[in-house]
């Protein structure tokens, strides 16, 4: 009888606990889901925005999207933005927190520093480096120039746009990632560092032995949280360069943007959408295959 009684509570206090969290999921839902599912519908139909009426024309967006070379050239904007960012702010960001962990002096006021362009909303970073950094008039470029340096603005070029454009973002970004890994870093046990400084080891093999294996998971989890953010990135192409010159650096999320609010083609506007949702979904398979295949070793 007793444990009847027990029984019912428990499931009484699940039950409890699910209606709670039942006006969550529902928001979850209306706010992810439903908007989701709409994308998906669109992606397959021909649309303008405006009208109430959207014409199902099957998979013809993405043929379409096959053919057009802007789209097959903001693919490889992506993949090379994508290339960038895996290597050029892991690095620097890597190098700066083991600093951080080897010395400790000042290291509060370096953290705040590291974070204060990533702080900064991205209009505010973008116009830094247009009038200060890039300007031909008043900024850097500008300055060299009037000493007789033969050298231009990078987003005029289209051959050094889109890095132009990547290293502004890399400056606001790694900071991020440096306070991430060093907080990372933090968690190596104490035993295992004593032990390599017994062995003599130096701070190169002291990374390679002990501070990476311990914080590969984070990194795996920043390695595919940077292809996700690379194949999604907007706000700092939009704002320097709206994906010119000649569409050298025209990604993605710009080309849908302008695609769906410039020509009011909505229905391929979403697809290239699902394009983009479906390589961050690989991206997310792949981290859980490995966290899986380790959670099993």
Do not use: C
Not at 21 to 31: E, H, K, M, N, Q
Not at 210 to 227: D, E, G, H
């Amino acid at each position: 009888m007793k444990q009847r009684q027990s029984k019912l509570s428990r499931q009484g206090g699940s039950l409890t606990y699910h209606l709670l969290s039942l006006p969550a999921v529902i928001l979850s839902g209306l706010v992810v889901l439903v908007p989701a599912v709409q994308t998906i519908y669109a992606a397959f139909t021909k649309w303008n925005g405006i009208s109430a009426q959207k014409e199902w024309v099957g998979l013809r967006n993405f043929r379409e999207l096959a053919d057009d070379w802007i789209f097959k050239q903001a693919v490889v904007n992506n993949i090379k933005w994508t290339l960038i960012f895996v290597i050029v702010p892991v690095f620097i960001a890597l190098f700066a927190s083991l600093l951080m962990v080897h010395f400790h002096v000042g290291k509060k006021s370096f953290q705040t520093f590291y974070l204060i362009p990533y702080l900064l909303a991205p209009t505010t970073n973008a116009i830094i480096w247009l009038n200060i950094i890039f300007s031909p008039n008043a900024g850097l470029m500008g300055f060299l120039q009037k000493m007789g340096l033969n050298v231009s603005s990078p987003l005029g070029n289209m051959e050094t746009a889109l890095v132009g454009v990547a290293m502004v973002d890399i400056w606001h970004y790694w900071g991020f990632l440096a306070v991430i890994y060093l907080a990372a870093l933090r968690q190596t046990p104490v035993d295992q560092l004593e032990a390599v400084r017994l062995e003599g080891a130096n701070m190169w093999q002291t990374f390679w032995y002990v501070y990476l294996p311990n914080i590969a998971p984070t990194v795996r989890l920043m390695f595919v949280l940077i292809v996700i953010y690379s194949f999604s990135t907007y706000d700092y192409i939009y704002l320097m360069t709206s994906g010119g010159p000649a569409h050298a650096t025209e990604v993605l999320s710009t080309y849908a943007y302008t695609t769906a609010f410039s020509a009011f083609k909505f229905g391929r506007a979403s697809a290239i959408a699902l394009v983009m949702g479906a390589i961050g979904s690989v991206a997310a398979f792949f981290y859980t295959w490995f966290s899986r295949k380790e959670a099993l070793e």
